[in-house]
C-alpha cells in the first residue's frame, strides 16, 4: 500500500470541510491486491463464489452468492477477502451499478468474475467510504470516459481507480457519515419497495375492473357472437414503403399507437396518390388491431381512432377494422383488453422470425359477449371514469418512484460534500 498523502493541489477541486482532503484512491487501498501466498484449502472445500448475476445493482449487495468446490474456483477467478469492495470494470455492469462490499464470506475467502476489480480498504479508511463514493452516477459516468477495449467488451483499467480523487475525511467523520447513509438508504429502499407494489396494484386494476363487468353473472346472460358478424370492412394498411415528403398525409406506425392511443407527437409523413389516401384513410370509430410485433402482450391490442382528420393512414402492420350499427367501436375497444378476449387472440397468433402475427380471420372468429346497444354504452361509460382514475394514480405512483429512484443520488453528493 502507498503512503498516505494528499493529492496535488488542482484548481478545479471543490472546496472541503474542515479536516478533510484529497487523496488518490490507490493511497487508501489496495486495488487488485495479489492472493494470499501459500493459500491453499481442500478441493472439496466449500468455497464463496461471486458471479457478476449475483450482484444486486439497485441495492449493491451480493444478494445471491453461490457456494462451490475449491478446486473448481482456485484457478482462473478474482479472489477477494472480506470487507473488499467489489467493483465490476465492464460495460454495461459498471454504469449499471455492479459494485459491493464482500461480506458473509466462507473462511473470510471468496473468488468471483474475472470482471471485478478488487479494492482493500487500507486502516484509514472503511469499506462503505469507497462503497458509498464509488457508485455515485456521476462518479460512474466519468469512468466511462476512460474505458479501454473494443466495443460491447469495453473495461475501465485498474490505473484509474488508483488515481482516482476522493474527499477524504477522519475515520471517525467516515464512519459517522457512512452510518447516517445506511439509514437512509435503507430508508429509500423501504419506499422505493412500496411505490413499486403499489404501482403493481394500480397496474392490476385495469384487468379487475374488466373482470368484474365481463364475468358478472349478468354478463354471463349476455348472447356470445363472434366479432365477424359486426364488421363492414376489415383493410390491412398500406405496405408500400413510400418516400416521405412534408406535404403527404401522416402515416401511423406500431410507434404510433402501441401505448392504446393515437400519438401523433412524431408524426411521419409520406407521399400516396389521392385515390390511396382514400383507401387507407382513417375515420373517427375506426378500430385499428395490431397485426404483428415481437410482444406478446401487444400484438391484437385495439386502438380506437378518435381524431378528426383527412389526412391520416395507416401502414400495414395495422390492420384497420369498422363495424355495423348495434356494437359500439368504444365496447370493442374496451373488451378487447378483458383477458379472456385476449386469450382467444394470442393463442391463435402465429409465430416466424421472432414476430407474432394475426390476421383477419383471427379476428373475425374472436367470441365476445353482446349486451344491448345501451348496456354496451353504459358499460364504456363506467368503465371510462375507473380507467381515468387508475390512470391518474399511475402516473402519480409513476412520478413519485421516479423521485425515489433520484434519492440515492443526491444523498451520495450531499454525503461528500460533507452536508450530513
Same mark, same amino acid.
Given at each position: 500500500?502507498?503512503? $498516505? =498523502?494528499?493529492?496535488?493541489?488542482?484548481?478545479?477541486?471543490?472546496?472541503?470541510?474542515?479536516?478533510?482532503?484529497?487523496?488518490?484512491?490507490?493511497?487508501?487501498?489496495?486495488?487488485?491486491?495479489?492472493?494470499?501466498?501459500?493459500?491453499?484449502?481442500?478441493?472439496?472445500?466449500?468455497?464463496?463464489?461471486?458471479?457478476?448475476? =449475483?450482484?444486486?445493482?439497485?441495492?449493491?449487495?451480493?444478494?445471491?452468492?453461490?457456494?462451490?468446490?475449491?478446486?473448481?474456483?482456485?484457478?482462473?477467478?478474482?479472489?477477494?477477502?472480506?470487507?473488499?469492495? !467489489?467493483?465490476?470494470?465492464?460495460?454495461?455492469?459498471?454504469?449499471?451499478?455492479?459494485?459491493?462490499?464482500?461480506?458473509?464470506?466462507?473462511?473470510?475467502?471468496?473468488?468471483?468474475?474475472?470482471?471485478?476489480?478488487?479494492?482493500?480498504?487500507?486502516?484509514?479508511?472503511?469499506?462503505?467510504?469507497?462503497?458509498?463514493?464509488?457508485?455515485?452516477?456521476?462518479?460512474?459516468?466519468?469512468?466511462?470516459?476512460?474505458?479501454?477495449?473494443?466495443?460491447?467488451?469495453?473495461?475501465?483499467?485498474?490505473?484509474?481507480?488508483?488515481?482516482? @480523487?476522493?474527499?477524504?475525511?477522519?475515520?471517525?467523520?467516515?464512519?459517522?457519515?457512512?452510518?447516517?447513509? %445506511?439509514?437512509?438508504?435503507?430508508?429509500?429502499?423501504?419506499?422505493?419497495?412500496? =411505490?413499486?407494489?403499489?404501482?403493481?396494484?394500480?397496474?392490476?386494476?385495469?384487468?379487475?375492473?374488466?373482470?368484474?363487468?365481463?364475468?358478472?353473472?349478468?354478463?354471463?346472460?349476455?348472447?356470445?357472437?363472434?366479432?365477424?358478424?359486426?364488421?363492414?370492412?376489415?383493410?390491412?394498411?398500406?405496405?408500400?414503403?413510400?418516400?416521405?415528403?412534408?406535404?403527404?398525409?401522416?402515416?401511423?406506425?406500431?410507434?404510433?399507437?402501441?401505448?392504446?392511443?393515437?400519438?401523433?407527437?412524431?408524426?411521419?409523413?409520406?407521399?400516396?396518390?389521392?385515390?390511396?389516401?382514400?383507401?387507407?384513410?382513417?375515420?373517427?370509430?375506426?378500430? !385499428?388491431?395490431?397485426?404483428?410485433?415481437? *410482444?406478446?402482450?401487444?400484438?391484437?391490442?385495439?386502438?380506437?381512432?378518435?381524431? @378528426?382528420?383527412?389526412?391520416?393512414?395507416?401502414?400495414?402492420?395495422?390492420?384497420?377494422?369498422?363495424?355495423? @350499427?348495434?356494437?359500439?367501436?368504444?365496447?370493442?375497444?374496451?373488451?378487447?383488453?378483458?383477458?379472456?378476449?385476449?386469450?382467444?387472440?394470442?393463442?391463435? =397468433?402465429? &409465430?416466424?422470425?421472432?414476430? $407474432? &402475427?394475426?390476421?383477419?380471420?383471427?379476428?373475425?372468429?374472436?367470441?365476445?359477449?353482446?349486451?344491448?346497444?345501451?348496456?354496451?354504452? *353504459?358499460?364504456?361509460?363506467?368503465?371510462?371514469?375507473?380507467?381515468?382514475?387508475?390512470?391518474?394514480?399511475?402516473?402519480?405512483?409513476?412520478?413519485?418512484?421516479?423521485?425515489? %429512484?433520484?434519492?440515492?443520488?443526491?444523498? !451520495?453528493?450531499?454525503?461528500? %460534500?460533507? @452536508?450530513?
Amino acid at each position: 500500500m502507498m503512503t $498516505l =498523502a494528499a493529492a496535488p493541489e488542482q484548481d478545479t477541486r471543490r472546496k472541503l470541510p474542515p479536516g478533510w482532503r484529497w487523496v488518490r484512491l490507490g493511497e487508501v487501498c489496495d486495488v487488485n491486491p495479489r492472493r494470499p501466498p501459500n493459500f491453499e484449502r481442500p478441493d472439496g472445500a466449500p468455497t464463496t463464489f461471486v458471479p457478476m448475476s =449475483a450482484v444486486d445493482a439497485r441495492s449493491g449487495t451480493v444478494a445471491r452468492p453461490e457456494v462451490r468446490p475449491f478446486a473448481e474456483v482456485k484457478k482462473g477467478y478474482t479472489c477477494f477477502g472480506t470487507e473488499d469492495v !467489489l467493483f465490476a470494470k465492464i460495460t454495461p455492469c459498471m454504469q449499471n451499478g455492479k459494485h459491493a462490499i464482500a461480506r458473509g464470506l466462507i473462511d473470510g475467502v471468496g473468488f468471483g468474475t474475472t470482471e471485478f476489480h478488487v479494492l482493500r480498504p487500507g486502516p484509514q479508511v472503511i469499506p462503505e467510504w469507497i462503497h458509498y463514493y464509488v457508485r455515485q452516477p456521476a462518479v460512474l459516468t466519468d469512468a466511462t470516459t476512460y474505458f479501454i477495449g473494443s466495443a460491447g467488451q469495453q473495461r475501465l483499467p485498474d490505473s484509474y481507480l488508483g488515481a482516482m @480523487e476522493i474527499p477524504f475525511p477522519p475515520l471517525e467523520e467516515q464512519k459517522r457519515i457512512a452510518a447516517i447513509l %445506511n439509514e437512509q438508504m435503507a430508508a429509500v429502499e423501504r419506499a422505493r419497495a412500496a =411505490a413499486e407494489a403499489q404501482l403493481e396494484a394500480a397496474k392490476a386494476l385495469p384487468s379487475t375492473y374488466l373482470r368484474a363487468v365481463f364475468n358478472s353473472p349478468e354478463a354471463q346472460r349476455w348472447p356470445r357472437r363472434t366479432l365477424g358478424e359486426f364488421i363492414l370492412s376489415f383493410r390491412n394498411g398500406f405496405g408500400r414503403r413510400p418516400v416521405g415528403t412534408e406535404g403527404g398525409p401522416i402515416v401511423l406506425r406500431l410507434a404510433d399507437v402501441s401505448k392504446g392511443i393515437i400519438d401523433l407527437n412524431h408524426p411521419r409523413r409520406v407521399s400516396m396518390s389521392r385515390e390511396e389516401i382514400e383507401t387507407y384513410r382513417l375515420r373517427k370509430g375506426d378500430l !385499428l388491431f395490431l397485426r404483428v410485433n415481437g *410482444s406478446r402482450d401487444l400484438v391484437g391490442r385495439c386502438v380506437l381512432v378518435n381524431i @378528426e382528420r383527412d389526412d391520416v393512414v395507416y401502414n400495414d402492420h395495422l390492420i384497420r377494422v369498422q363495424v355495423r @350499427e348495434g356494437l359500439d367501436p368504444t365496447y370493442v375497444r374496451v373488451i378487447c383488453d378483458f383477458p379472456g378476449i385476449r386469450d382467444q387472440v394470442t393463442g391463435q =397468433a402465429s &409465430t416466424s422470425a421472432g414476430q $407474432l &402475427t394475426i390476421d383477419q380471420g383471427v379476428l373475425a372468429s374472436i367470441q365476445i359477449p353482446v349486451p344491448s346497444l345501451r348496456e354496451q354504452q *353504459s358499460i364504456v361509460a363506467h368503465l371510462s371514469v375507473q380507467m381515468a382514475t387508475t390512470e391518474q394514480t399511475r402516473k402519480s405512483l409513476e412520478e413519485q418512484l421516479v423521485a425515489i %429512484n433520484a434519492l440515492p443520488s443526491i444523498l !451520495l453528493r450531499r454525503a461528500f %460534500n460533507g @452536508e450530513l
